[in-house]
T-cell receptor
Framework: DTGVSQNPRHKITKRGQNVTFRCDPISEHNRLYWYRQTLGQGPEFLTYFQNEAQLEKSRLLSDRFSAERPKGSFSTLEIQRTEQGDSAMYLC?????????????FGQGTRLTVV | DAKTTQPPSMDCAEGRAANLPCNHSTISGNEYVYWYRQIHSQGPQYIIHGLKNNETNEMASLIITEDRKSSTLILPHATLRDTAVYYCIVRVAGYSGAGSYQLTFGKGTKLSVIP
């Protein structure tokens, strides 16, 4: 499978704990995106990387959230001191840069439940 | 805010063509129309995109009006597996400033294919 891979698929955590999610993009894609989706809503943009550089961050990305892409390949999204409002599906997507075929391809997401 | 307007839901008989409309009256000259769909509990799946010419691929056809203020996604022979939420998104294909790489999802159209 050469698609975008996200791990874990599901995570249940207690309020106040830290969690980390991983995303492995399609290998030749140098752009990587994180989105969050709550029930009944469309995905909302969180942040974007080009190679290892984090170029854009949404206002939704509070201080408790941090994303990294240290070698320009896989990325991690960490949430510190989780709150019940963080319960959502966290989606990762990747795309090429340049040219016409820059459409983003999404992974299956990590569903976070904070209890 | 999403720049597109879609009906919240539609039904289609299995085997018939599903025509999903989208209004994007404020689209800019350098913005493309993208369509994604999301099957329950999965990540969004890219379908097709276009600028002003009609486009067709193995999944669907995209018809864009001459004034580019609206478009229609056509699934020629809908199957039960096409039941999903369909999102119409406008976005520049290249970089044109902060936020331009984001996909801004609305609530989409929930398509139900009926046996």
């Amino acid at each position: 499978d050469t698609g975008v891979s996200q791990n874990p698929r599901h995570k249940i955590t207690k309020r106040g704990q830290n969690v980390t999610f991983r995303c492995d993009p399609i290998s030749e894609h140098n752009r990587l995106y994180w989105y969050r989706q709550t029930l009944g809503q469309g995905p909302e943009f969180l942040t974007y990387f080009q190679n290892e550089a984090q170029l854009e961050k949404s206002r939704l990305l509070s201080d408790r959230f941090s994303a990294e892409r240290p070698k320009g390949s896989f990325s991690t999204l960490e949430i510190q001191r989780t709150e019940q409002g963080d319960s959502a599906m966290y989606l990762c997507a990747s795309s090429r840069s340049g040219g016409m075929n820059t459409e983003a391809f999404f992974g299956q997401g990590t569903r976070l439940t904070v209890v | 805010d999403a720049k597109t307007t879609q009906p919240p839901s539609m039904d289609c008989a299995e085997g018939r063509a599903a025509n999903l409309p989208c209004n994007h009256s404020t689209i800019s000259g350098n913005e493309y129309v993208y369509w994604y769909r999301q099957i329950h509990s999965q990540g969004p799946q890219y379908i097709i995109h276009g600028l002003k010419n009609n486009e067709t691929n193995e999944m669907a056809s995209l018809i864009i009006t001459e004034d580019r203020k609206s478009s229609t996604l056509i699934l020629p022979h809908a199957t039960l597996r096409d039941t999903a939420v369909y999102y119409c998104i406008v976005r520049v294909a290249g970089y044109s400033g902060a936020g331009s790489y984001q996909l801004t999802f609305g609530k989409g159209t929930k398509l139900s294919v009926i046996p």
